[in-house]
C-alpha cells in the first residue's frame, strides 16, 4: 500500500498570512507525529496523537500553531500568522502500535514551508 | 530533564572500515530504542529497533548494541560503503509516551 503521504511539497507564503498542511498516514496506524526540521538541524518534536486519546502538543512552539486529526487519519497543522522563523521542512510520520508492542515510524517527504 | 546525546561532529569513516557511532541517554528508561537513516532532502528511515532485554541486533551489515546500564546504544555498519553516508537518527521509546529523537549524527565513508 501507500506510504505517508504530505501535501503541499513545497509551501511559499508572506509573513503574516496562515498556512494549512496535510499529512495521509497509513491506513490503520494509530499514531501520528508532526515535527519540524530546520536546515542541518536535528527533528524538533511539535504534537502526536495516539488513537482517541487527547494529544500530546507539548512541543508546539507558539498559540499559533495547532493541529487536528479527523476520524483517527487524516492530520492537519495549521500554523497562524506566520513567522520567517516558521521556515522549516514540517514532517508527519505514522506508525502501527498494538497490545504496547511499537513498531517504526514511517516518515511523509515533507512539506518545506518558506515564509517570506 | 531527558537528554539525548549522539555526536554533534560529523564522522569520517575509509571505505571498508567499521563506522561506530554513540547514542546516549539520562534520565530516561527507554523499552525500546530505534535507529533510522536520513539522506538530505528526505524524511528519516527506519533501520533497527532493539528491545530493553536485548543486548545485540543484527540485521546484514548493521549491528545494533544497547545497554541499560550505561545507557547507552551504539551503532555499527561493517565493510562500510561510500553509499552508507548519510544522518543517522536514535530514538528513544518508553511507551505510553511520544517517542523522542537525538539530533543525529552524520556519517562520511571515504572512498
Known amino acids: 500500500g501507500a506510504g505517508v503521504s504530505q501535501s503541499p511539497s513545497n509551501k511559499v507564503t508572506e509573513k503574516g498570512k496562515d498556512v494549512e498542511l496535510r499529512c495521509d498516514p497509513i491506513?490503520?496506524?494509530?499514531?501520528l507525529y508532526w515535527y519540524r526540521q530546520s536546515l542541518g538541524q536535528g527533528l524538533e518534536f511539535l504534537i502526536y496523537?495516539?488513537?482517541?486519546?487527547?494529544?500530546?502538543k507539548s512541543g508546539l512552539p507558539s498559540d499559533r500553531f495547532s493541529a487536528e486529526r479527523t476520524g483517527g487519519s487524516v492530520s492537519t497543522l495549521t500554523i497562524q500568522r506566520t513567522q520567517q522563523e516558521d521556515s522549516a521542512v514540517y514532517l508527519c510520520?505514522?506508525?502501527?502500535?498494538?497490545?504496547?508492542?511499537?513498531?517504526?515510524?514511517?516518515f511523509g517527504p515533507g512539506t518545506r514551508l518558506t515564509v517570506l | 530533564s531527558q537528554k539525548i546525546e549522539q555526536n554533534s561532529e560529523a564522522l569520517n569513516i575509509q571505505e571498508g572500515k567499521t563506522a561506530t557511532l554513540t547514542c546516549n541517554y539520562t534520565?530516561?528508561?527507554?523499552?525500546?530504542l530505534q535507529w533510522y537513516r536520513q539522506d538530505p532532502g528526505r524524511g528519516p528511515v527506519f533501520l533497527l529497533l532493539?528491545?530493553?532485554?536485548?543486548k545485540e541486533k543484527r540485521k546484514e551489515r548493521l549491528k545494533v548494541t544497547f545497554d541499560t546500564t550505561l545507557k547507552q546504544s551504539l551503532f555499527h555498519i561493517t565493510a562500510s560503503q561510500p553509499a552508507d553516508s548519510a544522518t543517522y537518527l536514535c530514538?528513544?521509546?518508553?511507551?505510553?509516551?511520544?517517542?523522542?529523537f537525538g539530533k543525529g549524527t552524520r556519517l562520511h565513508i571515504l572512498p
Open positions: 510520520a505514522s506508525s502501527w502500535t498494538s497490545g504496547g508492542a511499537r513498531n517504526e515510524q514511517f
Open positions: 496523537f495516539q488513537g482517541n486519546s487527547a494529544p500530546d
Open positions: 491506513s490503520g496506524h494509530t499514531a
Open positions: 530514538a528513544l521509546d518508553k511507551l505510553n509516551d511520544k517517542i523522542i
Open positions: 534520565n530516561y528508561s527507554p523499552a525500546y
Open positions: 532493539i528491545r530493553e532485554n536485548e
